[in-house]
Structure formats: structure tokens, C-alpha cells
């Protein structure tokens, strides 16, 4: 169960943008949202917009993974 996993997340960072890649790496450094706002040069609300849209995606993958 673990390899597919991880080649499930590597899969996925994989399909990520640039500042979408970014976002990730700042939110597991544990920062705010107004931190990552500011790192990546956009408003707080851009960020959660961001976070809101990485988590459809994902969701979207484990669903069609799961035959869904």
C-alpha cells in the first residue's frame, strides 16, 4: 500500500504549478496563510483560494483512483 501512495503523491506535486508547488513546501514549513501570502507575493485571500483548489484536486484524484 505504500509505494502506490507514494506515487500517488509524487504524481501530484508533479502536476502542480510552480506557485502551487511553492504554497505546499510553505504550508508543511507550517507558516500562515498571511506568511505564504506574503512569500508568494499575493493577497491572504489568494492564498486560501489556492489551498481551497489544491484540496479539489486532490480530492479529484483519490475519486478517480478509488473508481470514483
Known sequence: QGAPIAAL???????LD???QKLVDLKLQDVTNDEAAEALGV???????MLRRLQEQIEQRLDQDAGG
Open 9 to 15: 503523491k509524487r504524481e501530484l506535486i508533479a502536476s
Open 18 to 20: 510552480a506557485d502551487q
Open 43 to 49: 493577497s491572504e485571500r489568494t492564498v486560501r483560494r
